[in-house]
């Protein structure tokens, strides 16, 4: 298995690394500056694995991205993960559109040499 791309953020399970106030707010990524929703910090934001599954809300394609040294086209969806935060990221699909409301989970994928990159790919 190669080396995380980001560590910080997700395991090597395909889980993310998210957090929990103590108001019961949910969050991603993992910080400590504040929550979000009643200002809480410190201590009353507590570290969270988050499953890595949730329900596409939208996906589109890229065909051309202005960074020429990246291939297109690609797939980018907005994920609201099954405990609450959304995230926007890369999907483990090559250059279709998903239909909204399609189950999702996150996968590890092999990228430049031996990382891995955590996308998201249709549920099965």
Same mark, same amino acid.
């Given at each position: 298995? *190669?080396?995380? !791309?980001? @560590? ?6 395909? %889980? $993310? +690394? ?6 019961? =707010? ?15 910090? *410190?201590?009353? !934001?507590? @570290? ?6 949730? %329900? $596409? +809300? ?6 051309? =991205? ?59």
């Amino acid at each position: 298995m *190669g080396a995380l !791309l980001k @560590p910080s953020l997700y395991t090597p399970a395909a %889980t $993310l +690394l998210g957090g929990r106030c103590a108001c019961g =707010h949910v969050f991603f990524p993992m910080q400590t500056h504040g929550c979000e929703v009643c200002g809480r910090h *410190g201590t009353d !934001l507590q @570290p969270m694995t988050l499953s890595g599954r949730g %329900t $596409l +809300l939208a996906s589109t394609v890229v065909h051309l =991205h202005a960074d020429k040294a990246r291939p297109a086209p690609f797939t980018i969806g907005k994920v609201a993960l099954a405990e609450g935060p959304v995230v926007r990221t890369l999907l483990a699909v090559s250059d279709i559109e998903i239909a909204p409301g399609t189950e999702m989970k996150a996968v590890l994928v092999p990228i430049e040499g031996d990382k891995l990159d955590l996308r998201f790919a249709l549920e099965r």
